[in-house]
């Protein structure tokens, strides 16, 4: 049974940084693609970055996202982190962590929200 819990999410001024966690347990460490996904009032759920679980430390990012935010992994225990730096209110949405058994192809290119298995309940985080 796959669980994931996120947490770490807050109110930050522009131009500050968060650090997102996301708590995975029951997933196979070398056969997933976990990704973060946000989701603001009114707009579509939208990838923000991936990671196959028995990669080679490569992610997928958002052209949003790419150079702010980074994510990593560590794989005792597993933990995916999602760290956040020069947030502006563009990123105020809530974040999800989610997990699905695919290819690392496949999850390196990017997956749709709808390819994804397992979801988090989320975190919220304000930029303001």
């Known amino acids: 049974h796959v669980q994931l819990v996120e947490s770490g999410g807050g109110l930050v001024q522009p131009g500050g940084s968060l650090r997102l966690s996301c708590s995975a347990s029951?997933?196979?460490?070398?056969?997933?693609?976990v990704g973060w996904f946000r989701q603001a009032p009114g707009k579509e759920r939208e990838a923000v970055a991936a990671?196959?679980?028995?990669?080679?430390?490569?992610?997928y990012y958002a052209d949003s996202v790419r150079g702010r935010f980074t994510m990593s992994q560590d794989t005792v225990g597993y933990t995916l982190y999602l760290q956040m730096n020069s947030l502006n209110p563009e990123d105020t949405a809530m974040y999800y962590c989610a997990a699905v058994s695919t290819s690392e192809r496949s999850c390196l290119r990017g997956l749709r929200p709808s390819q994804y298995t397992y979801w988090g309940q989320g975190t919220q985080v304000t930029v303001s």
């Open positions: 029951g997933i196979d460490t070398t056969l997933y693609c």
């Open positions: 990671a196959y679980t028995g990669g080679l430390e490569s992610y």
